[in-house]
């Protein structure tokens, strides 16, 4: 097959956000303990802080975390995780069905992001509670000091605030899933009442409502036509959620999941500023993608029924999802498709960073690895920079039973004017052949390839283990050639790459 690509600087998309590389750290099997917090570990620090884990973490990119959760804020009490260690209450996790030790909480989020350069992004429950828990908790976070809380944090060994800028206002609120689930109008009207309250209290945060959990839930579109309705003039970004996985073997549809991703942006952007036209607001509504990822989640609907009703475990392994080269390469093309919309999504979070459905493994006591997941993600991170260009690709389709034909080549570019340093992130979706591509990148005058590499295997299914960390990596492709600023490369069956160029 073959395939063409064209890029040009005049024809930009916007900014590469450095928060699209953002992640999510949920209270959540071992994302937490025995993931990124071990005392006692080998290389854990004198905070419990696993070194190995840390080192994965900085390699991987990860520029914002979202914390501490998902499902399991909606029934959190955050003060529970602050003060002394020895004093913190084990409570029931009612979202997961296990118990919460609560040795670690906001303070050691908040120093172990700080450790790493990474941006705090913390939600609040809105599920079991509402606006003075919300109000408290900045307070304790945010507030410099002199008042009640904020003395209370520096009694606790932090004296400075945390000064986290972006707030999530509550989780996955249209899912009857979720603790203290509304419907669309009654959370709007909470969600809007805490935004106005939060900012009172401090002008410049940044706060994220609810959106759907998926683009396949009955209420999508009008809740977030609904919540906009309520919210629109309080708030900054609407969340995106979206998981992907493979059905009964349908490879084709499963790498062709992007086309429901590009739709899935494409309609909230739109729904979003249909609200701003009709309440005359010229403020544009941004995209918070803040759970993504593959997820097998149809063979774990049986969790309830794993973990019987009287079973009450710290930590256990769940959802510990093993990934392959065709989840890398779903994974690198929904990357791809956060790239092309950089100017709607301004930030996203993969789910989740380690142990459950997550980049980074790791074993109690023993050692942590990469996931096949792991490289795209990380690639993308450290090589584009500067502003996304528009890619303009012609392509065969290929047909797909959920998605009709998807072309069978995706890409994005990104060009960092300062440097003149160009990246290409490109996937071939075929299922059983190669793609010879011609990438027309004469408008960046590119002087030389400074690295081609490629994630593929003879075996889509190839996964890496503890037993066998770099079953699959990223590989040089040696077939990259530069010649008048026209870039040659063959892609393989079921792929992800990357070129970087000077
Ligand atoms: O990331 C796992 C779960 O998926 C989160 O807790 C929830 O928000 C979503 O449904």
Not at 73 to 91: A, F, I, L, T
Not at 223 to 239: Q, R
Not at 469 to 475: K, L, M
């Amino acid at each position: 097959l073959h395939a063409s690509l064209t890029a040009d600087p005049a024809q930009t998309v916007a900014p590469v956000h450095r928060r699209t590389f953002g992640s999510f750290v949920e209270h959540m099997g071992r994302c937490v303990y025995t993931g990124l917090y071990e005392p006692g570990h080998p290389t854990a620090d004198a905070d419990g802080f696993r070194g190995d884990v840390a080192d994965l973490v900085r390699e991987l990119g990860v520029t914002t975390v979202r914390y501490p959760g998902g499902n399991f804020v909606s029934g959190y009490r955050w003060e529970d995780g602050v003060g002394p260690k020895d004093r913190r209450p084990v409570r029931r996790d009612l979202a997961w069905h296990s118990l919460e030790t609560n040795q670690f909480g906001l303070n050691e989020f908040a120093t172990w992001c700080g450790r790493l350069g990474i941006e705090p992004m913390m939600a609040v429950n809105l599920g079991s509670r509402g606006l003075q828990e919300a109000l408290d908790l900045l307070e304790y976070a945010n507030h410099p000091g002199g008042t009640h809380l904020s003395d209370l944090r520096a009694e606790h060994g932090h004296p400075d605030p945390h000064d986290i800028r972006m707030w999530c206002l509550g989780n996955e609120m249209d899912g009857p899933w979720q603790i203290g689930h509304l419907d669309a109008r009654s959370y709007g009207r909470k969600a809007a009442q805490v935004a106005r309250a939060m900012r009172m209290a401090d002008r410049d945060l940044e706060l994220v409502v609810c959106g759907s959990s998926g683009s396949g839930m009955a209420t999508f579109g009008a809740w977030e036509a609904t919540v906009l309705e309520e919210a629109y003039d309080a708030v900054d970004h609407i969340s995106l959620h979206a998981y992907y996985e493979e059905h009964d073997g349908d490879l084709a549809s499963f790498l062709g999941s992007v086309a429901d991703m590009d739709h899935f942006i494409d309609s909230v952007a739109s729904t979003a500023d249909a609200v701003g036209a009709r309440l005359r607001d010229t403020k544009r509504i941004q995209l918070s993608f803040d759970e993504w990822n593959v997820w097998y989640l149809s063979r774990h609907r049986a969790l309830a029924e794993v973990q019987p009703a009287d079973d009450w475990r710290t930590a256990p392994r769940v959802i510990e999802d093993r990934y392959n080269v065709a989840d890398a390469v779903v994974v690198g093309n929904m990357l791809i498709s956060l790239l092309r919309h950089s100017d709607r999504v301004t930030a996203a979070s993969q789910a989740q960073l380690a142990n459950v459905i997550a980049p980074i493994m790791t074993e109690p006591g023993g050692p942590a690895w990469r996931q096949t997941i792991f490289h795209p993600f990380a690639l993308t991170a450290a090589s584009a920079s500067g502003r996304v260009l528009r890619a303009e690709v012609a392509a065969p389709l290929q047909d797909t039973a959920r998605y009709g034909g998807v072309p069978v080549v995706d890409a994005a570019v990104t060009h960092d004017e300062a440097t003149g340093a160009a990246a290409l992130f490109v996937v071939n979706r075929s299922v059983d052949q190669p793609v010879a591509l011609d990438a027309d990148l004469r408008g960046l005058a590119p002087a030389g390839v400074t690295s081609a590499l490629t994630l593929a295997d003879a075996d889509a299914y190839a996964a890496n283990s503890m037993a066998d960390p770099d079953r699959v990596t990223p590989s040089p492709n040696k077939d990259a050639r530069l010649e008048g600023g026209r870039l040659g490369l063959t892609l393989p069956p079921v792929s992800w790459s990357v070129v970087t160029l000077s």
